[in-house]
């Protein structure tokens, strides 16, 4: 029997944005009707000129739960992907303590998880030094897919990978039909950019930029598609900040290798010449890196050598940020933005001519098959979970620490004016979060290869 039936002027359908009516039961979608197709008996949501969409699937994001729930927590963190129209997030192995590298270290994951998410949580495990023969148990549980990092990757209890740990990895990883996620810096360039940084302010956004030159993006990007076409294992290159990898990517995917890459708002939205010194609430590594960079991300975006945009949500505590001191070479690096993608997004997308179909399939459709969700994830159609989101992209409001549910406030799109109001958002046709507040429904689950949990 049908439960539930949202109807808009504006549903987001797999051929295009029309009025429809979408009928649920048992936390799918069972119907796709025309817009009068409406049954008394069902729970009747008529969201008029609103937008309804498949809830974002955000496939980059740092809980930091447990060993640094001071800096995030499931409550948190999925109360603010709520509030931001995220009804999936795909959790990364660090920062928490242990890291997502064994099975057992994963037992205590789920179970610091379990009975407090309001929306969907899939899991990324880790590659480091040595633990080759934990890839298959972590994908039997149900682990999404592998991050490495080829540099220190700020925590010592998550090691960065060596070309040759890689190469004992990634058969392995190809084997499992799996995904290898790639935190895409080398050291050399950093190192030898130290020696020339000797003397510089560290106050200035232009000292840390330099501090993460793109040619150690570059360098370890040519790694991995070297190392790809080598194993064939799947290679997915996260947060991409350089434009200059960009012709060397648009090769390899013209060859047909197994390569997707993902870039995130801020380096779709801010520029370089435009951090003030001190804020190192922009930090983050790679860098947000200057303007002309930026435009040449867009230009992939259109191409389709980006596949998809996600938060690369990283918070920590505020003390970690350094604000007093403003120095941008000791502050802790990442941005706080889960909450935000939908909004700066759609903002960015509206001013250069795309449309919400485009939104859709940057942020839910292409980062569902990533995590290898898209058989019930990132589309309106039948037999997908029930997953929704009810916008009003003409809507406009500022960002404000009142509106803010991350666990801190600190974020570079305060103040901020943005389009695209979330007002409600359901997790299997669960309303999460309407209205600005949350309801008393802990609706999300743990995606993985168990039952009951």
């Not at 019930?376 to 620490?401: H, L, M, Q």
Request: proline content about 6%; aromatic content about 6%.
């Amino acid at each position: 029997m049908i439960e539930k039936i949202f109807r808009s002027r504006r549903v987001v359908l797999p051929d295009g944005v029309r009025p429809a009516s979408v009928h649920i039961a048992d936390g799918k979608i069972a119907r796709i009707g025309e817009w009068e197709d409406v049954d008394s008996r069902a729970e009747f949501i008529d969201a008029g000129d609103s937008v309804v969409m498949p809830g974002i699937v955000d496939a980059h994001v740092h809980v930091n739960e447990p060993g640094r729930t001071e800096w995030e927590g499931y409550e948190t963190a999925t109360r603010a992907a709520a509030a931001g129209g995220v009804t999936t997030i795909v959790d990364m192995p660090l920062n928490s303590i242990p890291p997502t590298t064994t099975l057992a270290n994963f037992e205590e994951k789920l179970a610091a998880a379990k009975g407090k998410c309001s929306v969907d949580v899939a899991f990324w495990g880790g590659v480091v030094p040595g633990n080759v023969g934990e890839l298959e148990p972590l994908v039997e549980r149900g682990v999404r897919g592998f991050k490495c990092f080829l540099i220190h990757s700020g925590v010592d209890e998550f090691p960065h990978a060596t070309e040759n740990d890689l190469r004992l990895a990634m058969p392995e990883i190809a084997r499992l039909d799996s995904v290898l996620l790639v935190h895409a810096e080398v050291a050399g360039p950093i190192d030898e950019a130290a020696k020339s940084l000797v003397g510089s302010n560290p106050r200035e956004y232009a000292t840390f930029l330099c501090s993460r030159p793109a040619e150690a993006e570059n360098q370890a990007i040519a790694m991995m598609i070297r190392l790809c076409r080598e194993t064939n294992a799947s290679v997915h290159i996260v947060h991409l900040s350089s434009s200059e990898a960009l012709p060397m990517l648009r090769e390899a995917k013209a060859k047909g290798l197994p390569i997707t890459v993902e870039t995130c708002p801020h380096y779709l939205t801010f520029a370089a010449e435009d951090i003030a010194d001190g804020a190192t609430h922009f930090k983050c590594c790679p860098p947000v890196r200057e303007r002309e960079n930026r435009e040449n991300l867009w230009t992939a975006i259109s191409d389709g050598t980006i596949d998809m945009v996600v938060s690369d949500h990283s918070p920590c505590t505020p003390a970690l940020k350094l604000q007093e001191r403003g120095d941008f070479l000791d502050a802790w690096g990442g941005i706080s933005a889960l909450q935000f993608g939908l909004p700066v997004m759609w903002t960015n997308l509206k001013s250069r001519g795309y449309d919400i179909t485009d939104l859709n399939w940057l942020m839910s459709g292409q980062t569902a098959k990533l995590a290898g969700l898209d058989d019930r994830k990132g589309k309106i159609a039948v037999g997908y979970d029930a997953d929704i989101v009810v916008w009003n992209p003409d809507e406009r409001f500022t960002v404000a620490p009142e509106l803010i549910f991350h666990r801190h406030k600190l974020t570079p799109y305060s103040g901020m004016e943005l389009a695209g109001h979330v007002a409600a958002t359901y997790v299997r046709g669960n309303c999460v979060f309407e209205n600005g507040a949350f309801t008393d429904t802990i609706a999300g689950n743990l995606l993985i290869n168990s039952e009951g949990i």
